[in-house]
């Protein structure tokens, strides 16, 4: 038997969503109701009007699109007063020219940055670290990625984590270290382990295989 370790611990793969009601930049949201049927990324920054949660703002916002292409929406949150957000992104926008096209929660209390486990006590004290969830369009958290203070993310990465795990979900396959890109199969995908010794061998006849547990083939697409 295995212990689950969020009974009342941090949020874990795999596991539904918490519920909350917060303020946002774009008016009240009641989550993950108001998501249903589209994958997210919730992620929260440290603080507004600081330097690497602004150059991770543009770099969301310039990718905006592309995760929309995906299905995917935004969301933003600190634990900063939505007053504090609306002067950052019309501070961004007048300065950097850049629109901030996403909602941003206002956890003034930290309460939703407490249910996330987004608060690492001694590392950020009660500035949360850089996390990002990704929930898909049934609620359940399918990724979580956590950096710390001084440390921007990789929006590429976010975006490849994406897409990633849908066509995973679509191909019912895995998806190897840089992929697409990968040093060993390029875009091709990992076949799913074999649950029998028979079905082992019919592997090595039915796709390239390294050995009969590392089998691979081409996406079959949409
Ligand atoms: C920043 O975004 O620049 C930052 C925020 C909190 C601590 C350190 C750096």
Redesign the pocket.
């Given at each position: 038997m295995v212990t689950r370790l969020s009974e009342n611990g941090p949020v874990l793969i795999g596991d539904k969503a918490p519920e909350f009601t917060a303020q946002t930049t774009h008016g009240p949201v009641n989550f993950p109701k108001d998501y249903e049927g589209k994958w997210v990324v919730l992620f929260s920054?440290?603080?507004d009007f600081?330097?690497?949660?602004t150059t991770e703002f543009v770099a969301f916002a310039k990718r905006w699109k592309q995760f929309q292409e995906l299905g995917t929406e935004l969301i933003g949150l600190s634990i900063d007063q939505i007053f504090s957000h609306m002067k950052w992104t019309e501070w961004i926008k007048e300065k950097l020219g850049v629109e901030i096209p996403f909602p941003i929660i206002a956890d003034n209390t930290g309460s939703i940055a407490s249910l996330f486990g987004m608060l690492h006590s001694e590392a950020s004290g009660t500035?949360t670290v850089r996390t990002v969830f990704v929930i898909d369009p049934k609620g359940i958290v399918r990724a979580i990625i956590y950096y710390p203070?001084?440390v921007g993310r990789n929006m590429d990465e976010i975006l490849r984590l994406v897409k990633a795990l849908q066509t995973s979900d679509k191909e019912k396959a895995a998806i190897p270290a840089n992929w697409p890109n990968n040093e060993l199969i390029g875009d091709r995908l990992i076949v799913p382990p074999p649950s029998s010794e028979k079905e082992a061998q019919e592997r090595l006849k039915n796709y390239e295989c390294y050995d009969w547990w590392f089998c691979h083939r081409q996406a079959r697409g949409a």
């Amino acid at each position: 038997m295995v212990t689950r370790l969020s009974e009342n611990g941090p949020v874990l793969i795999g596991d539904k969503a918490p519920e909350f009601t917060a303020q946002t930049t774009h008016g009240p949201v009641n989550f993950p109701k108001d998501y249903e049927g589209k994958w997210v990324v919730l992620f929260s920054h440290p603080a507004d009007f600081t330097p690497v949660c602004t150059t991770e703002f543009v770099a969301f916002a310039k990718r905006w699109k592309q995760f929309q292409e995906l299905g995917t929406e935004l969301i933003g949150l600190s634990i900063d007063q939505i007053f504090s957000h609306m002067k950052w992104t019309e501070w961004i926008k007048e300065k950097l020219g850049v629109e901030i096209p996403f909602p941003i929660i206002a956890d003034n209390t930290g309460s939703i940055a407490s249910l996330f486990g987004m608060l690492h006590s001694e590392a950020s004290g009660t500035q949360t670290v850089r996390t990002v969830f990704v929930i898909d369009p049934k609620g359940i958290v399918r990724a979580i990625i956590y950096y710390p203070l001084n440390v921007g993310r990789n929006m590429d990465e976010i975006l490849r984590l994406v897409k990633a795990l849908q066509t995973s979900d679509k191909e019912k396959a895995a998806i190897p270290a840089n992929w697409p890109n990968n040093e060993l199969i390029g875009d091709r995908l990992i076949v799913p382990p074999p649950s029998s010794e028979k079905e082992a061998q019919e592997r090595l006849k039915n796709y390239e295989c390294y050995d009969w547990w590392f089998c691979h083939r081409q996406a079959r697409g949409a």
